[in-house]
């Protein structure tokens, strides 16, 4: 990591750390938020941050969302669905699936990306890939 909060050229970046021009593709983070909210945002931070580790770039609404949107508000929650998320899902190469339950909101999720015949990678609470 840069020091002292240094932002270096991109070149620079590459080669201070040995890295390669690879593409981090745009991932679809699935996971629960409503019900327990606290623990279900730290869980979604931790599997954005296993996406991240796998060399994606995690996109993760739950984690954003929600701190300008009312996801109380049931107008507010629906725009957040489906002009927001569904929007960002289309963009990413795939959809990885996390934990052991499946809320009705993930399904409808794994809905959309089945539709639009994006991959779905699902992993358990352990962060193991199951088929």
Same mark, same amino acid.
């Given at each position: 990591?840069? !020091?002292?909060?240094? #932002?270096?050229?991109? /070149?620079?970046?590459l080669n201070k750390f040995n890295l390669t021009d690879e593409f981090y593709p745009l991932v679809y983070v699935c996971s629960p938020y409503r019900? *327990?909210?606290?623990? *279900? +945002?730290?869980?979604?931070?931790?599997? !954005?941050r296993f996406t991240f580790e796998k060399k994606n770039i995690p996109i993760t609404p739950h984690l954003l969302y929600p701190q300008f949107i009312n996801d109380d508000d049931l107008f507010e929650r629906n725009i957040a669905i489906?002009? #927001? *998320?569904?929007?960002?899902?289309?963009?990413? /190469?795939?959809?990885?699936?996390?934990?052991?339950? #499946? +809320?009705?909101?993930m399904k409808r999720e794994i809905s959309?990306?089945?539709?639009?015949?994006?991959? #779905?990678?699902?992993? *358990?609470?352990?962060?193991?890939?199951?088929s």
């Open positions: 990591m840069a !020091s002292d909060g240094e #932002i270096l050229d991109y /070149k620079d970046l019900g *327990n909210v606290e623990e *279900n +945002t730290r869980k979604a931070r931790e599997y !954005s489906h002009k #927001i *998320n569904y929007v960002l899902l289309g963009l990413c /190469k795939e959809v990885w699936v996390f934990g052991d339950v #499946i +809320t009705e909101g959309v990306a089945k539709k639009r015949k994006k991959p #779905i990678r699902y992993f *358990n609470h352990d962060l193991k890939e199951e």
